[in-house]
């Protein structure tokens, strides 16, 4: 009994994170005027294929965002600073 209600709880965790980030990335995905027809299809299938690989999907792009931001640090750091400044002058 104990052994059908985690996996119950896993599926029921799995679907629930899986139809967030579809949501999320679909928001992008229709954001992007400039898709001809070829394009959103291919995007609506790797969209697909994403939401269903969330849990080897989501690590790999944290990682390339780790990347980006060691690279870009400098700037992304200014960048702060400068949103800052500005959010205290108001």
Known sequence: MAQ???ISLVIVVYLVIAYCLFNEWLVFFL???DMDSEMRLFSTVILVTATI???IVVPFAYLELLKFHKRHKEIIDLLINVTKGSSHDN
């Open 4 to 6: 059908i209600l985690m």
């Open 31 to 33: 954001a992007d005027k």
């Open 53 to 55: 690989l969330w849990p």
